[in-house]
């Protein structure tokens, strides 16, 4: 799932954008959760372009 502004801060500061990466053990019940935290800047990429069309509202939150 992604979630922008992030859920959750390092070093009192937060993320442009936060992604959890979802585990689940196939011979257990146990659970993994990777939270990744993004910062967006002036660089030109692909994705810049695409988040830049696609996400034009301040808060977006949705689940893959």
Do not use: C, M, R, W
């Amino acid at each position: 799932s992604f979630t922008s502004p992030a859920s959750h801060k390092i070093d009192n500061t937060t993320g442009a954008i936060e992604a959890h990466l979802y585990h689940k053990s196939p011979t257990s019940d146990e659970k993994l959760i990777i939270a990744v935290l993004y910062e967006v800047n002036e660089a030109s990429s692909k994705s810049k372009i695409f988040f830049a069309h696609q996400f034009t509202v301040s808060k977006i939150s949705f689940s893959a």
